[in-house]
């Protein structure tokens, strides 16, 4: 092990970890302390039915959510980058985007160390501008959103799929038989969704299509992966 990968295993890493954990707690404590001063000083408490009622209207809508984005978003994100996104949010739309980029800029691979600090400080700039845009838009984003056209607010609504669209060119250039092998699929189980075929399964089904494409993508890429080292082994 070189002196840069001895200093990511043992100064780096676990320096990151003690903060992530740090702020993460923070991010529990602040998020649950509007309900706990209405509770305490206020005594306003709702039922406990009603609380056990909400759970688990969230948890059959995205409930599948808080397993499937942690495991599809690891690899790009990295460790630290994976404390960053889910303690901000916006996780699909901006950080994982942010991160991507900042990775085929710096020409380096997710799953690595040096993906995983440049995933970093990306995301760290997406933060910084996302904060800075956010504060912009409160105070005037209603006027200036007014003073567009219709067409152009109308478009705004593409930005997202567009950018998806273009990290799918980005890395499919990159691995073109996973890339269609999972285009297919995703075209394939999305068109069954839309015809009602999942219905029958616990809260909307639309989760079913990240789902099933994220570890259809994982078990192509090792079975990919192992006949490619058993051809090398071959030779």
């Not at 000083?41 to 209207?57: C, N, Q, R």
């Not at 996780?91 to 160390?113: H, W």
Request: proline fraction near 5%; include cysteine.
């Amino acid at each position: 092990m070189d002196k840069k990968d001895l200093y990511f295993e043992k100064e780096y890493m676990p320096h990151m970890n003690r903060i992530g954990k740090i702020t993460g707690y923070l991010g529990v404590l602040l998020s649950f302390a509007p309900a706990f001063i209405l509770a305490v000083v206020y005594g306003i408490f709702p039922k406990p039915a009603a609380l056990l009622t909400a759970f688990v209207s969230i948890a059959s809508a995205v409930g599948v959510l808080w397993f499937v984005e942690p495991i599809s978003y690891f690899t790009i994100l990295g460790p630290v980058g994976t404390y960053m996104a889910f303690l901000s949010g916006n996780i699909s739309n901006m950080r994982l985007p942010c991160a991507s980029m900042a990775q085929i800029s710096a020409d380096v691979e997710p799953g690595t160390k040096e993906g995983s600090i440049i995933s970093t400080l990306g995301m760290a700039v997406s933060i910084v501008v996302n904060v800075s845009v956010l504060t912009i838009g409160v105070i005037l984003g209603s006027s200036v959103l007014s003073m567009l056209p219709s067409k152009v607010t109308e478009a705004l609504n593409y930005l997202l799929p567009a950018l998806f669209g273009a990290l799918l060119v980005q890395f499919g250039m990159k691995q073109k038989k996973l890339a269609l092998t999972v285009l297919i699929f995703a075209l394939i189980i999305c068109t069954a969704i839309d015809a009602g075929l999942f219905n029958w399964l616990p809260g909307s089904s639309n989760y079913l299509g990240i789902l099933s494409c994220v570890f259809l993508s994982i078990v192509v890429s090792v079975i990919t992966y192992k006949k490619s080292k058993a051809s090398r082994s071959a030779e």
